[in-house]
């Protein structure tokens, strides 16, 4: 039988993220918002990226200390700006959290230019942004967890909501993950992935969508988003010390491989 509350957090959660001060792109909208509030209600310190208007009222939320920026992923330079400030401001970075961008449909062959650059402008190169704005930070104090938001449609080939512009995306992101990985491991900074499947945000447009791929999730349920933000929680934390390069799959067994 399904739980009446499958996203409810653990008393195990506790405070895995005391005192720890971290940044969430796309942190003002669906996954990326229970996110930031999860890791809040853990402990952190957080700065809330989001291109959304309403991003510093929702950081303001969360409490005293917070942060809210208003930032565009896709400008190097004002990821650079923002990063910058929120590090003097907190005293250093521990970890980041790149979720920032929207699903997109589309088929190669009516995909238009803009539409492909405008994808991978806003997942691929704005992950790639993020991290090399934050990374000097992490370096410097000889630590620090970077967890991206990729998706099973760059295991997979899309298939759910998002094109094939989409889907290069995301397979860029995990690929940008593990080389960043590697590079990163001997200066104490882990790199990680997330592959969601279909995850519910409560948006209304997509629940019909969602009701159809429920009977093909061996779960037979979509999940929420506050189950993909606790595997968030868990790489951001120190329970996942000795794990970096690894794709984490969020998906009710959609995608088993
Ligand atoms: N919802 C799903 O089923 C699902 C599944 C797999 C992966 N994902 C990925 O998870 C992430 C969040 O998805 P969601 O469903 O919560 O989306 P959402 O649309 O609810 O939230 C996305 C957030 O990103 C922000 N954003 C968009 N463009 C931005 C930009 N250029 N700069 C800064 N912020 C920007 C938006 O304002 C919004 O707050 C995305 O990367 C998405 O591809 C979602």
């Not at 910058?84 to 790149?98: C, I, Q, W």
């Not at 992490?138 to 889907?167: F, K, P, Q, W």
């Not at 997509?206 to 506050?226: C, H, K, L, W, Y």
């Not at 929680?233 to 794990?243: E, H, W």
């Amino acid at each position: 039988m399904e739980s009446e509350n499958p996203g409810g957090l653990p008393p195990l959660a506790g405070r895995l993220l005391e005192g720890r001060r971290v940044i969430v792109t796309g942190g003002a909208g669906g996954i990326g918002r229970v996110t930031a509030r999860l890791f809040a209600d853990t402990g952190a310190r957080v700065a809330v990226f989001d291109i959304s208007p309403a991003t510093a009222e929702f950081a303001a939320s969360l409490g005293a200390g917070h942060r809210g920026v208003v930032v565009d992923v896709t400008s190097t330079l004002a990821c650079q700006t923002a990063v910058d400030e929120t590090v003097a401001e907190f005293g250093g970075l521990d970890a980041l959290v790149t979720m920032a961008g929207l699903v997109h449909p589309g088929g190669v062959g009516d995909l238009t230019e803009e539409a492909f650059d405008e994808t991978i402008s806003m997942h691929l190169k704005g992950t790639f942004n993020m991290c090399r704005a934050a990374l000097p930070a992490m370096r410097a104090r000889g630590s620090g967890s970077i967890v991206c938001m990729s998706s099973i449609a760059g295991e997979r080939g899309g298939g759910l909501r998002g094109g094939a512009h989409y889907a290069a995306a995301k397979a860029g992101i995990l690929g940008l993950a593990r080389a960043m990985a590697r590079e990163t491991a001997a200066d104490g900074v882990r790199v990680n992935a997330v592959c969601p499947g279909a995850i519910h945000t409560g948006k209304r447009k997509i629940e019909d969508m969602n009701a159809m791929f429920a009977s093909q999730i061996p779960m037979r349920r979509v999940g929420t988003a506050e189950e993909v933000a606790r595997v968030f929680l868990f790489l951001a934390s120190d329970l996942s010390t000795y794990m970096t390069g690894a794709t984490i799959d969020v998906n009710g067994g959609m995608h088993i491989h």
